[in-house]
């Protein structure tokens, strides 16, 4: 505790909110044009750095951890969702790079298995989630050659809620998954149920988004979602989503782009589970129809003109208190039945857009936040660093806030669509209507194009 009676992790809270509140009060009083180009995902800059990231994975790529293959996933699955077609040589590279990575008796270590130094044993060896994040990769290329590639052997592993998951949505999504390894699995996942309703990575510790996400995704992946507390669950990741508009991952921490897709992905999970899985969750109501707010009536504009600060929760007068997101208990566009208790919105979905374009995305220097107040924003204008997602303001973009904020942003868009073909409706989709994201399938978070494609490739074999 501080002299004057404040904690360190508040003045962080109060430094954050100082930053976010800045930031989207400086967009409430700007002039209608410019709300639209602030929101606007910033495409080109985003892929170009994406491509630079992917140009390093050639023979001589080196990086000093085991995060190599995760950092081909992040790229390649940001490119697919931004819809962007990889150059064929940069593809042929993540494909030999990848394969490099792969052990002969199965799995994915840290890096090509050439390498013979000491130093390297460690992450060279195949571990589970490495696995998760090539077998990914490998899938969001698509076609024979990757996909073929993939050898579909399985062994035992680390254990805790996170290597639950990356194993079973492995072996679910190479069509590998028996009895032998499901066996065990659900009733550990419940074990890490704490009393507030989140999923911790082992039991007796802390409540985690990611933790979460992935004991949600691994019981609906071997059908005992059911088993969970789902109503805990809900409340307790609802309640993850802040005054800034975006999610924290765990209680009393600070806001954090990437939980955009660990939080929000299990509420696009209980939302739209008939989606995912082909079926209800036996707590859940299947006869219950959408609502009409989720299609477009006739005439309904859907030109995107709309002023973007009616579609937010906040960009009132100005001030912090209106400047905050406060989650909509009672107005949604999609309802489901948990019991006899009626969901409302699971999460405000425009409000997490905004934190993502407005706060995450790297669209504009904030030094420049004063000076376009001073000069009335007569001379407006974005000085584009070179895009790419991060945390929260102040903080540096990087592969896997770029990967995991676009995911959060494709969860939002399509979270009120009537089934994953329909497309949303512009008032779904804050900002322009390009912003447009292709939808993944939630429970691998690997685009639906490519889930369907591979999905079919290992039913054959």
């Known amino acids: ?15 954050v909110e100082d930053r976010v509140f800045r930031m989207y009060n400086l967009f409430a009083n700007i002039p209608p044009i410019a709300q639209t180009t602030m929101l606007e995902l910033q495409r080109d800059e985003h892929i170009k750095y994406l491509n630079e990231g992917l140009k390093q994975l050639g023979p001589s790529f080196v990086v000093l951890d085991s995060s190599r293959p995760w950092i081909c996933y992040w790229i390649i699955h940001s490119m697919a969702l931004l819809g962007e077609p990889l150059d064929y040589q940069l593809e042929n590279n993540a494909i030999d790079f990848l394969n490099r990575c792969q052990d002969p008796d199965g799995g994915f270590g840290g890096g090509p298995g050439q390498a013979s130094s000491i130093i390297w044993q460690h992450e060279l060896m195949p571990h589970l989630a490495t696995t998760y994040a090539a077998v990914n990769s490998i899938v969001t290329l698509g076609g024979q050659i990757a996909l073929s590639s993939i050898n579909r052997m399985h062994d035992a592993g680390e254990i805790d809620v996170r290597a639950c998951y990356t194993a079973i949505s492995v072996a679910s999504i190479l069509n590998i998954l028996d009895d032998e390894l499901v066996r065990g699995v659900g009733n550990f996942i419940l074990s890490c149920q704490t009393y507030e309703g989140g999923i911790a990575g082992e039991p007796g510790s802390e409540a985690h988004g990611g933790y979460t996400f992935c004991g949600l995704a691994t019981m609906i992946l071997i059908n005992e979602g059911n088993l969970l507390d789902l109503a805990g669950l809900i409340d307790w990741v609802v309640f993850r989503q802040g005054v800034e508009c975006g999610f924290q991952g765990r209680v009393n921490k600070l806001v954090d782009g990437c939980y955009s897709f660990w939080q929000g992905g299990v509420l696009a999970l209980l939302q739209r589970i008939d989606l995912v899985t082909g079926e209800c969750l036996p707590l ?39 400047a905050s997101c406060s989650v909509n208990y009672t107005s949604s566009s999609h309802t489901r039945s948990l019991g006899n208790v009626e969901m409302e919105p699971l999460f405000h979905s425009l409000a997490l857009q905004q934190y993502i374009l407005l706060c995450s995305q790297i669209n504009f220097r904030e030094e420049f936040i004063d000076y376009l107040k001073l000069s009335g924003y007569a001379a407006w204008t974005f000085v584009l660093e070179n895009g790419g997602f991060r945390d929260k303001p102040g903080k540096p973009r990087d592969f896997y806030h770029t990967c995991y904020c676009l995911s959060g942003l494709s969860v939002c868009q399509h979270s009120c669509s009537k089934d994953y073909d329909s497309p949303p409706v512009p008032k779904e989709v804050l900002g322009p209507y390009s912003n447009l994201l292709e939808p993944v399938n939630p429970l691998y978070n690997i685009v639906l194009n490519q889930y369907r494609e591979a999905r079919e490739f290992f039913s054959r074999s």
């Open 1 to 15: 505790m501080e002299s004057g009676g404040e904690t360190v992790t508040q003045k962080q809270q109060w430094s």
């Open 284 to 322: 859940f109501d299947s006869g219950e129809e959408d609502s009409p707010g989720n299609s477009t009536s006739e005439g309904e504009d859907t030109d995107g003109t709309s002023s973007e600060a009616d579609k937010t929760c906040h960009f009132k007068n100005g001030d912090k208190q209106d």
